[in-house]
């Protein structure tokens, strides 16, 4: 953005600049305004090519000609985004325009002034902001002076985005504010249109693989199918689908499978008009189904060519799909989405036993079928968190990590597959130094997947690292803005940095998606207890429909608030109900009772049985008053975690 204002008012042109660049835009500025017509074709060459101009109208700018004339030129390109410094109104001809009144700001970055003009430039027309990136980039300071050149305030376009989307979670705001990139992509899920309901799984496995293809394309900004999937059915039009999901297009389809022969319709979508920018109907044998995926992914991916770097396409071959991880055997490939898509109900021990036999079916169809190996590890690790007896998890951890092994063996750079492993040896093994490395290799090449940033970014936050949980966080919210799982995972990122306060909108955010989530309402309760709110902490665990987490809540909310009965009322009940499937939270419970030598115990013994919940001890506030014990430093090295006892990240 330009920013125009008088020399009289550099002061305030400062601060301003400032609190923009901590908002994540990228100001071009300078401080003689009156300098003379020597600097006229620098600053109109500026003008032209910024995405807004941003004009800072005061008593003094009113009656500037170089005010005035960056205006006016703002106001022809489209892109004028005006404020008031001190409350005056715009000089005639700029009247009509919306001034966002800064009159009485104090110079914070996180102010809403500051949050409207960042909408206001997002939402000029043909506008687009860039995507975060991963890697976080340090602050530039503002410089003592300022000469008459471009000075980019920040660490660049993609960087600044980044922070941007961190400003947003905090604040509990949606990420569509942001402008769609020309690169942005949604894949819809495809309709079955053959008339047999069973094959819904089909239709909508086909979108979810041309979608992973196309997220392998380090070019391509593409939509997680959380997010995407929210629009199945939908009556809504594909300007709004667009907006919604802060996309430039949309990838529809449809699937009409009848015997050996399948029938595949795409059309590309461009989401600011809601015409199609593509259209064509595949019909092949069902064999050379995998030769159609590619094909629609690489069609896609040269149709935005002029928006993708050059060199980052795919291929459009199906042996790509191989090397992915992917398969060329119809009936493994037919088994893996049929047990995707019952992994995805995931409404119970039975559906998820199913997804796993499928899986299994898949592999022994095609042995060397990576994909369908990091399901079943995958598969392995939910049925041991969620349903596995205390005797039975460390086989299924075992299992599990021996399939993802196999996977990566197969396919070293399948992302999926190092972050499953990753997750396993973390919250299975409770090896933290173990999970290390196939992380940082997820996050090499799953920049494109929001899942796999969000895997890393949790990793990252309890070991300590909140710079790339931060990062990672950030885009993964981009990637994946309709998802409630990623805001959960957004608000234990600063929970677990002991920004209490800022990790409670991205967790209101998830409720607002989906009310019956496990586990926020009990974060919330963490944050609020952390900031001395007890008594607002223990109506929050009362709505926690997880008992562990409900019961520990109330328990130390009831402690805190000097219920002697509640509190223990409610840990004889985590111990009674729930026994050793409850050890993490019983410590935490007892930590906070000061009784010390039983909470150590109770670590110690969920160390034992292998209880995922210590992968939060690093970082726990619940468990501050252990941190001073030898035995609770122990326990952290044990598990791999660098400079444990120190306590916050």
């Given at each position: 953005?330009?920013?125009?204002?008088?020399?009289?008012?550099?002061?305030?042109?400062?601060?301003?600049?400032?609190?923009?660049?901590?908002?994540?835009?990228?100001?071009?500025?300078?401080?003689?305004?009156?300098?003379?017509?020597?600097?006229?074709?620098?600053?109109?060459?500026?003008?032209?090519?910024?995405?807004?101009?941003?004009?800072?109208?005061?008593?003094?700018?009113?009656?500037?000609?170089?005010?005035?004339?960056?205006?006016?030129?703002?106001?022809?390109?489209?892109?004028?985004?005006?404020?008031?410094?001190?409350?005056?109104?715009?000089?005639?001809?700029?009247?009509?325009?919306?001034?966002?009144?800064?009159?009485?700001?104090?110079?914070?970055?996180?102010?809403?002034?500051?949050?409207?003009?960042?909408?206001?430039?997002?939402?000029?027309?043909?506008?687009?902001?860039?995507?975060?990136?991963?890697?976080?980039?340090?602050?530039?300071?503002?410089?003592?002076?300022?000469?008459?050149?471009?000075?980019?305030?920040?660490?660049?376009?993609?960087?600044?985005?980044?922070?941007?989307?961190?400003?947003?979670?905090?604040?509990?705001?949606?990420?569509?504010?942001?402008?769609?990139?020309?690169?942005?992509?949604?894949?819809?899920?495809?309709?079955?249109?053959?008339?047999?309901?069973?094959?819904?799984?089909?239709?909508?496995?086909?979108?979810?693989?041309?979608?992973?293809?196309?997220?392998?394309?380090?070019?391509?900004?593409?939509?997680?199918?959380?997010?995407?999937?929210?629009?199945?059915?939908?009556?809504?039009?594909?300007?709004?689908?667009?907006?919604?999901?802060?996309?430039?297009?949309?990838?529809?389809?449809?699937?009409?499978?009848?015997?050996?022969?399948?029938?595949?319709?795409?059309?590309?979508?461009?989401?600011?008009?809601?015409?199609?920018?593509?259209?064509?109907?595949?019909?092949?044998?069902?064999?050379?189904?995998?030769?159609?995926?590619?094909?629609?992914?690489?069609?896609?991916?040269?149709?935005?060519?002029?928006?993708?770097?050059?060199?980052?396409?795919?291929?459009?071959?199906?042996?790509?799909?191989?090397?992915?991880?992917?398969?060329?055997?119809?009936?493994?490939?037919?088994?893996?989405?049929?047990?995707?898509?019952?992994?995805?109900?995931?409404?119970?021990?039975?559906?998820?036993?199913?997804?796993?036999?499928?899986?299994?079916?898949?592999?022994?169809?095609?042995?060397?079928?990576?994909?369908?190996?990091?399901?079943?590890?995958?598969?392995?690790?939910?049925?041991?968190?969620?349903?596995?007896?205390?005797?039975?998890?460390?086989?299924?951890?075992?299992?599990?990590?021996?399939?993802?092994?196999?996977?990566?063996?197969?396919?070293?750079?399948?992302?999926?597959?190092?972050?499953?492993?990753?997750?396993?040896?973390?919250?299975?093994?409770?090896?933290?130094?173990?999970?290390r490395e196939p992380f940082e290799r997820s996050v090499q090449s799953g920049s494109g997947e929001a899942t796999v940033l969000a895997r890393y970014a949790q990793y990252s936050a309890r070991t300590g690292r909140d710079s790339e949980a931060v990062a990672a966080m950030t885009r993964a919210l981009r990637l994946d803005p309709l998802n409630p799982l990623i805001y959960r995972a957004a608000g234990s990122v600063e929970y677990a940095a002991r920004?209490?306060?800022?990790?409670?909108?991205?967790?209101?955010?998830?409720?607002?998606?989906?009310?019956?989530?496990?586990?926020?309402?009990?974060?919330?309760?963490?944050?609020?207890?952390?900031?001395?709110?007890?008594?607002?902490?223990?109506?929050?665990?009362?709505?926690?429909?997880?008992?562990?987490?409900?019961?520990?809540?109330?328990?130390?909310?009831?402690?805190?608030?000097?219920?002697?009965?509640?509190?223990?009322?409610?840990?004889?009940?985590?111990?009674?109900?729930?026994?050793?499937?409850?050890?993490?939270?019983?410590?935490?419970?007892?930590?906070?009772?000061?009784?010390?030598?039983?909470?150590?115990?109770?670590?110690?013994?969920?160390?034992?049985?292998?209880?995922?919940?210590?992968?939060?001890?690093?970082?726990?506030?619940?468990?501050?008053?252990?941190?001073?014990?030898?035995?609770?430093?122990?326990?952290?090295?044990?598990?791999?975690?660098?400079?444990?006892?120190?306590?916050?990240?």
């Amino acid at each position: 953005m330009f920013l125009s204002y008088s020399r009289a008012d550099k002061a305030q042109a400062v601060r301003l600049a400032r609190a923009l660049q901590g908002a994540g835009l990228d100001v071009w500025w300078d401080t003689l305004i009156e300098g003379g017509a020597e600097f006229a074709k620098t600053i109109e060459a500026a003008i032209n090519t910024c995405d807004a101009v941003v004009v800072a109208w005061s008593h003094t700018s009113v009656s500037s000609d170089w005010v005035l004339d960056e205006a006016a030129r703002g106001r022809e390109l489209r892109k004028l985004v005006p404020v008031s410094l001190d409350g005056i109104e715009p000089p005639m001809g700029f009247r009509r325009y919306h001034s966002i009144d800064l009159t009485g700001w104090q110079g914070d970055a996180g102010a809403a002034q500051i949050d409207a003009i960042v909408r206001g430039v997002a939402a000029l027309p043909g506008r687009e902001a860039p995507s975060p990136a991963i890697t976080p980039v340090a602050p530039v300071a503002m410089p003592q002076t300022v000469s008459r050149r471009r000075l980019l305030l920040g660490a660049g376009v993609a960087a600044a985005a980044g922070v941007a989307g961190l400003v947003a979670w905090r604040k509990g705001l949606h990420l569509r504010f942001f402008a769609a990139s020309g690169n942005s992509v949604a894949v819809l899920p495809f309709e079955n249109v053959g008339g047999n309901p069973q094959q819904d799984y089909f239709a909508e496995g086909l979108a979810e693989e041309v979608r992973a293809t196309l997220a392998r394309n380090v070019g391509l900004l593409v939509m997680a199918q959380a997010s995407s999937a929210k629009f199945r059915d939908s009556p809504e039009g594909a300007t709004t689908i667009a907006e919604r999901l802060g996309v430039a297009y949309l990838l529809d389809g449809s699937v009409r499978r009848s015997g050996d022969v399948v029938r595949v319709t795409a059309d590309l979508i461009d989401g600011g008009s809601g015409f199609s920018r593509w259209s064509q109907t595949f019909e092949r044998r069902i064999s050379d189904i995998f030769a159609v995926q590619s094909e629609i992914a690489s069609t896609v991916a040269s149709a935005l060519a002029s928006r993708v770097a050059s060199g980052t396409g795919t291929s459009g071959q199906a042996t790509d799909a191989v090397a992915a991880g992917g398969t060329l055997n119809l009936a493994a490939f037919d088994a893996y989405l049929r047990g995707r898509a019952l992994y995805d109900l995931a409404v119970d021990e039975a559906s998820e036993t199913a997804a796993l036999a499928q899986f299994d079916a898949a592999i022994a169809a095609d042995p060397a079928y990576a994909a369908a190996h990091t399901a079943r590890a995958r598969s392995l690790t939910t049925i041991a968190n969620q349903y596995g007896e205390v005797t039975r998890r460390a086989g299924l951890y075992d299992a599990a990590v021996a399939s993802a092994e196999r996977a990566i063996a197969i396919a070293p750079d399948l992302a999926d597959a190092q972050s499953t492993l990753g997750f396993t040896l973390f919250q299975g093994r409770l090896d933290a130094s173990a999970a290390r490395e196939p992380f940082e290799r997820s996050v090499q090449s799953g920049s494109g997947e929001a899942t796999v940033l969000a895997r890393y970014a949790q990793y990252s936050a309890r070991t300590g690292r909140d710079s790339e949980a931060v990062a990672a966080m950030t885009r993964a919210l981009r990637l994946d803005p309709l998802n409630p799982l990623i805001y959960r995972a957004a608000g234990s990122v600063e929970y677990a940095a002991r920004r209490y306060a800022e990790s409670i909108p991205p967790l209101r955010k998830a409720l607002d998606m989906n009310p019956k989530m496990g586990r926020a309402h009990a974060s919330i309760g963490d944050a609020l207890l952390m900031l001395g709110k007890a008594a607002e902490a223990r109506v929050e665990y009362a709505a926690e429909p997880a008992m562990d987490f409900n019961l520990a809540g109330i328990a130390i909310a009831g402690h805190r608030l000097g219920d002697t009965a509640a509190a223990g009322a409610a840990l004889d009940r985590l111990r009674t109900q729930l026994g050793d499937k409850s050890l993490y939270q019983q410590a935490q419970v007892l930590a906070q009772m000061g009784n010390r030598e039983s909470a150590i115990a109770a670590l110690e013994q969920a160390r034992a049985v292998g209880d995922g919940g210590l992968i939060y001890a690093r970082n726990d506030p619940m468990l501050d008053p252990l941190r001073s014990d030898p035995r609770f430093a122990r326990l952290l090295q044990g598990m791999g975690f660098d400079g444990g006892a120190a306590g916050a990240a």
